[in-house]
């Protein structure tokens, strides 16, 4: 029997020591709010309706969030592959359309002095438009075929004194035509198709350099979606937002009405959290 009490004695803490686990004493709890939520709806069919409005106001602001967040990571990844691709040709970061238009605009600007040049060959208007936009068609291929086999130096070499045996062709229709349309002498036929033929010469060579700044097809198409998904990333958060703030009025327009009923089963120091609760409860935080 001794041992029996001094063992029981063991457990019991000493006068004036607190226990080290004392029972916490119970503290005033919230009333649930969906059993709340559950008896304001049944008590009008409006209510009930609200509350339905909201919800799927809710599960719609949910699925416009999941687009979003879809959105943002397929641009992150049409990025990434922009980057990959562009590393290949560091140099080549122009538009390719704006380049290609500036390319364009060089050869229209060979227009006039391959005219000249078209002239000495046809017998009539007709026939020396056909020329100038052969002239002009082989200018312009002569460009894409240097920046396309740019390369192979080989094959660019001979490339590009192909395409410079044909301007100096053109410089010796300019003169001939000059020669014999013109009425000043020989040596200023010569010089109006010298400054003709460098001036072609030149305007090939900025359609060249043009074409060689300009991003590949690969980088242009990986751009263009990278920037796409960056427009779908905005319409997204746009629409989110949207959904967002009808579920917060819808959300807001059913708190008004559950106040009065809410402080039928709390108190009004617990209103605030009861109205966070009922709020997660609708916008699907709960």
């Known amino acids: 029997m001794t041992d029996t009490v001094q063992h029981a004695g063991d457990h019991e803490p000493p006068s004036g020591v607190t226990a080290l686990h004392p029972e916490p004493s119970p503290a005033p709890g919230l009333p649930d709010a969906t059993e709340a939520v559950r008896d304001f709806n049944a008590s009008n069919r409006a209510h009930a309706d609200l509350w339905s409005r909201t919800r799927h106001a809710t599960d719609i602001a949910s699925h416009a969030t999941d687009d979003a967040s879809q959105a943002e990571t397929t641009a992150a990844e049409a990025q990434v592959g922009h980057r990959a691709i562009q590393a290949e040709d560091p140099g080549r970061r122009s538009p390719r359309p704006r380049q290609l238009v500036l390319a364009g605009v060089t050869v229209v600007l060979d227009g006039l002095a391959c005219n000249f040049a078209a002239q000495a060959l046809g017998d009539s208007q007709r026939e020396t438009l056909v020329w100038t936009a052969l002239f002009l068609a082989v200018l312009a291929g002569g460009e894409l075929a240097l920046d396309v086999y740019h ?16 301007v100096a062709m053109l410089g010796v229709l300019r003169f001939s035509f000059l020669a014999t349309v013109g009425t000043e002498t020989r040596v200023a036929a010569l010089v109006g198709a010298a400054l003709f033929t460098a001036a072609t010469a030149t305007f090939v060579v900025l359609g060249y350099r043009a074409l060689r700044v300009a991003e590949t097809v690969p ?4 751009r263009h979606r990278k920037l796409a998904c960056q427009r779908e990333v905005r319409s997204a958060h746009e629409k989110a937002s949207s959904r967002i703030a009808e579920r917060d009025r819808l959300a807001d327009a059913y708190l008004s009405e559950i106040r009065a009923s809410l402080l039928q089963t709390c108190t009004a120091s617990q209103l605030p959290a009861m109205e966070q609760a009922v709020r997660s409860h609708l916008v699907g935080q709960a």
Do not use: E, M, V, Y
């Not at 130096?153 to 192909?162: D, V």
């Open 151 to 166: 390369h192979r130096k080989t094959l660019w070499r001979l490339l590009a004194g192909s395409l410079g045996a044909f």
């Open 219 to 222: 980088a242009w198409k990986a």
